[in-house]
Every structure is written in structure tokens, then in C-alpha cells.
């Protein structure tokens, strides 16, 4: 086995068919995204150098009048910012106490990750039904304490249909990001633990200095998949608001642009932006990161 391995062409063999996969799926269709983004492509039209417009179409999303896609990239990047500070820590939270070997720690584990598993529609359907103005279960309970509920609807109310919208997908997702760092607090030798006790941490003091530490690298995934998932939001809105104004994020924007507005040239520059925004501030993450473990 050493020395198939240590052979290049036998290696270049094994490599090649992920590299032709990855290709075709990935490198391709972003090369011809790129492509389109700077033509002036439309129904009427077809994707060819005559059309080539250059950057104009990056140019029209954020300063034309009709366009709404700096509001969507401020939707998604509040969005982002939820489930990096409202969401994860969250998620952690959960982590460690069922990570104490609490009773009935395997039944709460599951219940915790069924969300995950239940497709995006039924959630959607479920939480619609739950924001329903006239027998959601919320209106229901609000109007029982005698507190207000929003004029027309919280998917419909200006003030509450974005937040409204936020909150099935970061409920969703608890469970997943749950799992992901319990299954890493779990991987923890018992015998640090053991001997960080013996050294008088508990509690709190045990979960800083010794647990959160230990897990930094599925911290870091869990915060990249959090930041990647948030730009890319797109099922949960379509469902739930029909990404309708007040509720745009750059995915349903896209989508209006190529499948409604037929202006796949706009939307093929919208597609890039998101694709160089998950890029940029995944390679954000990586150097905060590395900066970090190089000051210690």
C-alpha cells in the first residue's frame, strides 16, 4: 500500500476521477456564471460576445433604481450575524449540558436534531400556521396574556415580517450545530477532564478554559457552515414570504431576476456576488483563526 501511494501516478489515478466530478459540478458552471454576468442576457437574446457588457450588470444591482439587492445583502449579513451570536451560542449552550451526562441525554439529542431533519416546507407550512393571525398557536397565546399582536400578521407587519422569517430557520438549525459540537465535547478524554476537576474547575470555569478551547476547530466549522448557510439562504424566505419586499435575501433576488424578471444576466451577476461573498468571508474566518493560534 506504501508504495502505491508513494507513486505520483498512481496517486494522480486515484485523484483524477474527484477532480473531473468537481469540475464538471463545480468549476464549470461558476466559469459560465462569470461568463453570462457580464452580458446583457435576456429571453430575447442569446448568451454570445455581442451582448458583453462588462461589469455593468455588477454595477445596475447595487446603484439602479428598481433594484433591491443591497437590501437583500443586508438581510443576509443580519441574518449572519443572528446565528453567530444568537444562534451558536445557543447550540454550545445545549452542547455542554447534555454533554454532562444529563438524564435522558439521548432522548433530548434527538429531539433537538428532528428539525434537521424535517424538510424546509414542512417547517415553513408549520410555521406559517404558527404566525397565523387568527389561530396561530403565537396570536393564540399572545392574546391569552392580554399582550398586542402585530396589525396584519407578523409575516405581513413591516416591523416584525423579517425577524418573523428568521426565526424557523435559526430554530431549525440549533439542533444540527448542537450535535456537531456535542459529538466534540464527547470526543474529550475523560482524563483532562478528570484532572482539570481534580484542579478545582467546574461549571462554568470547566466549559472557558478547558472544554470551549478543546473543541476550536468544530467551532470554526460550525461558524463556517453558520456564515455560508446564511448567504445562501434561500427555501425558508421563498416559503414563507415569497422573498416579497421587506424580506428579500440575495438568493429569492436571483431567483426574481432569472425566473421571473428573464434578465439572466443580472441574475447571473447576483449568483457570482454571493458565490465571492461565502468565498471572502470564508477565508475571513480561516485567518482569524490562524492569527489566533499563532498568538498562542
Keep these: 500500500m506504501k508504495k502505491v501511494l508513494s507513486n505520483k501516478w498512481h496517486i494522480m489515478v486515484f485523484v483524477l476521477p474527484t477532480v473531473l466530478f468537481f469540475t464538471c459540478i463545480v468549476i464549470i458552471p461558476i466559469a459560465m456564471s462569470a461568463f ?57 449552550l445545549l452542547a455542554l449540558l447534555l454533554a454532562r451526562g444529563v438524564k435522558g441525554e439521548g432522548f433530548y439529542r434527538n429531539v433537538y436534531f ?23 398557536l403565537l396570536n393564540m397565546f399572545l392574546r391569552s396574556i392580554g399582550a398586542p399582536t402585530p396589525k396584519g ?5 413591516k416591523e416584525t415580517r423579517l425577524w418573523a422569517t428568521f426565526v424557523p430557520v435559526l430554530w431549525q ?3 444540527y450545530h448542537m450535535l456537531l459540537m456535542y459529538g466534540a465535547l464527547k470526543s474529550i478524554s475523560r482524563d483532562i477532564l478528570e484532572a482539570a476537576y481534580v484542579d478545582g474547575a467546574s ?23 453558520s456564515l455560508i448557510g446564511s448567504f445562501k439562504l434561500f427555501d425558508m424566505v421563498k416559503i414563507l414570504t415569497d422573498g416579497n419586499r421587506g424580506t428579500e435575501v440575495p438568493a429569492t433576488t436571483m431567483y426574481r431576476e432569472i425566473f421571473t424578471v428573464h434578465h439572466y444576466g443580472g441574475g447571473s451577476a447576483m449568483a457570482m456576488f454571493i458565490v465571492a461573498e461565502c468565498l471572502v468571508f470564508t477565508l475571513l474566518l480561516n485567518l482569524i483563526f490562524k492569527e489566533q493560534d499563532q498568538l498562542r
Design 36 to 92: 453570462y454576468s457580464m452580458l446583457d442576457w435576456t429571453t430575447k437574446t442569446k448568451p454570445t460576445l455581442d451582448y458583453f457588457v462588462g461589469f455593468r450588470n455588477y454595477v445596475e444591482m447595487f446603484t439602479s433604481k428598481r433594484s433591491v439587492f443591497p437590501d437583500a445583502v443586508a438581510h443576509s449579513l443580519l441574518y449572519a450575524a443572528c446565528s453567530v451570536f444568537l444562534q451558536l451560542p445557543f447550540s454550545l
Design 153 to 157: 400578521g407578523w409575516l405581513a407587519n
Design 173 to 175: 438549525f440549533v439542533g
Design 203 to 225: 461549571g462554568p470555569r470547566m466549559a472557558f478554559s478547558i472544554q470551549i478551547p478543546l473543541i476550536k476547530p468544530m467551532l470554526k466549522v460550525c461558524l463556517s457552515f
Design 114 to 136: 428532528i428539525p434537521v431533519i424535517i424538510s424546509s416546507v414542512v417547517i415553513g407550512q408549520l410555521w406559517r400556521k404558527i404566525y397565523n393571525n387568527d389561530y396561530g
